[in-house]
């Protein structure tokens, strides 16, 4: 359990930054 759940905050931080990462490049088409 304590693996799996950390196996899910290390998915969780990844698919944060590539939403950052997205939203900062939708940003830059905009302007």
Not at 6 to 27: E, F, M
Request: net charge positive.
């Amino acid at each position: 359990m304590v693996s799996s759940s950390i196996g899910n905050v290390v998915v969780d931080a990844n698919y944060r930054n590539l939403g950052i990462g997205k939203y900062l490049i939708r940003t830059m088409e905009q302007t």
